[in-house]
């Protein structure tokens, strides 16, 4: 057969991922932090985005399939403020396919007040003060937190004059973490330093010295000392004891008191001790800043026994779009670069607004799928957890597996039980005996966390005791599943349980 070369004509289809589109997908698993850096970035890049200050309002689930809720001038409003058919034309096809099967149906916009505003998100940065505001306004929230590095300076000033020390104290400090450890080597010091390693080590000493006590310590053993010498507490016995911190916490208190050469009283007192002792002396003092958990999506109980599913507006950045400055601007393009950069810019500001409300809206369906798959949870608490996976909640609100995943990756729900993460509603199921439905893996984790905590001293449960009282009530599960969850826990083995509960025995005789 002879070969030549041909034209032939083909039809496809496929998906092209457009950077619009990796962008709705990334923001999708943003927390609302990211999610908030990335909008001021946009806020900053593009001149037609501003941010919308008007006053905030919650967005929740109506629990049906009616449209959203806004008036008509509102209507009006956000069409003139996020429409451009030519984009619309070209990118919509393209949307539809990362939020598949999404329906503009499963949130209301509460209305508090005389006007109505469209789901563009909720306040960026919460509120806020001014100069104007008097002097409290702003010096209010002015705070000074002294860290364990100023500290430490300060009072090697005190301590040492020597100039030299005072460099070597300083390079210490500066390697001192906010737990209060010595993380660097002293041979790497005093190497940068073209010193001897000696010389470091007589003014680690001294700053070994300063308070809190047990700072600039290399390891736990050297901390713990430290602390005890400061209590005249570091006889020969508890010198060993340290020594042995392996043992102490695998709680073999028979051993301990071999190798210490001490009876039973003593090695309870030795114990408690040590505990009494803070391994992390530094934590006192302001290091890095804790982040507070800020919960996505609040849950309340309705007055007629259903759950009501609220998007939180601060965790929500609130953009528009200024087409009053894009026309003027527009006019007064001349070059085609101008007029291409103003084109681009109108593109991307009104995909980012539509992609904002879509990350709303799918944020709020997967919560309010969630809440109907976990009632027994936030009704009667961590017992009625029930298994559930990614597809299940997929399958039922019409999406695809990957963007459920997405949705509850760094996300967080509040309710009257507590603040969890969207992850921790989905659990492995556990085999019923019988033809008995199958149980949450969360919730049998915290069946053995109670029976753990509810045993007595002289009936300390071991992993087949637990399998037993587990398989009588209805859950079946393979001992060493039984282990694993118990170990997830932090919970030691029955054994080390009874050591440490006879030594609390004896210890408070």
């Known amino acids: 057969m002879a070969m030549m070369p041909r034209m032939e004509l083909r039809q496809g289809q496929s998906l092209v991922m457009t950077p619009q589109l990796l962008q709705a997908i990334k923001l999708l698993q943003l927390s609302h ?23 905030e309002l919650p967005i929740h689930a109506n629990g049906g399939d009616g449209p959203l809720a806004v008036d ?5 409003r956000s069409e003139s403020l996020n429409s451009q058919q030519g984009m619309e034309d070209r990118l919509g096809t393209g949307l539809d396919n990362v939020f598949q099967g999404e329906q503009p149906s499963v949130a209301r916009l509460e209305t508090r007040g005389a006007e109505s505003l469209p789901i563009v998100g909720g306040a960026y940065g919460g509120a806020g003060g001014s100069f104007e505001d008097g002097p409290e306004g702003f010096e209010s929230g002015l705070t ?9 300076s300060a009072q090697l000033d005190l301590a040492v004059t020597d100039p030299a020390d005072r460099i070597i104290g300083r390079h210490l400090i500066d390697a001192v973490d906010d737990s209060g450890y010595l993380g660097e080597p002293l041979g790497g010091i005093a190497e940068r330093l073209g010193i001897a390693i000696a010389r470091v080590e007589g003014v680690l000493r001294v700053v070994q010295g300063f308070d809190p006590s047990g700072v600039a310590a290399r390891d736990v053993c050297e901390c713990l000392s430290i602390q005890l010498r400061d209590r005249n507490r570091f006889d020969p016995a508890m010198q060993t004891l340290v020594a042995n911190l392996h043992l102490v916490a695998k709680r073999d208190f028979a051993a301990l008191k071999r190798i210490c050469g001490v009876d039973d009283e003593d090695i309870a007192d030795m114990v408690a001790e040590i505990r009494r002792l803070d391994p992390k002396p530094g934590r006192g003092f302001g290091g890095s800043t804790a982040e507070t958990v800020v919960p996505d999506v609040f849950i309340r109980a309705a007055p007629d026994g259903s759950w009501l599913v609220d998007l939180n507006p601060d965790t929500l950045p609130r953009v528009l779009v200024n087409q009053t400055y894009h026309a003027r601007v527009s006019k007064a393009a001349r070059s085609d670069g101008d007029k291409a950069f103003i084109a681009e810019c109108l593109q991307t500001a009104n995909w980012l ?5 879509q990350r709303a809206r799918t944020i709020l369906k997967v919560a309010s799928e969630i809440v109907r798959q976990q009632d027994g949870f936030f009704a009667y608490g961590v017992e009625h957890l029930r298994p559930l996976n990614l597809k299940t909640v997929a399958d039922a609100i019409g999406m695809h597996e990957s963007t459920v995943s997405r949705v509850t990756s760094n996300k967080y729900l509040t309710c009257s039980r507590g603040v969890f993460e969207m992850k921790y509603f989905f659990s492995a199921a556990i085999a019923a005996t019988g033809y008995g439905e199958a149980h949450s893996a969360e919730a049998v984790r915290f069946r053995i966390k109670q029976m753990i905590d509810d045993e007595a001293p002289a009936e300390v449960l071991s992993d087949d005791a637990i399998v037993a009282r587990l398989k009588a009530g209805g859950i079946d599960i393979a001992r060493r599943t039984v282990a694993k969850y118990r170990e997830s826990l932090r919970i030691p083995s029955s054994m080390e349980r009874r050591r440490e509960k006879v030594a609390m025995a004896m210890g408070s005789r």
Request: hydrophobic letters at 40%.
């Open 353 to 357: 607004t539509r992609s904002l409300e």
């Open 144 to 152: 000074i937190e002294m860290s364990l590095q100023d500290h430490l």
């Open 33 to 55: 932090l990211e999610l908030q850096n990335f909008v001021e970035g946009e806020l900053e890049r593009n001149p037609l985005l501003e941010r919308d200050d008007a006053p």
């Open 72 to 76: 008509a001038e509102t209507f009006a």
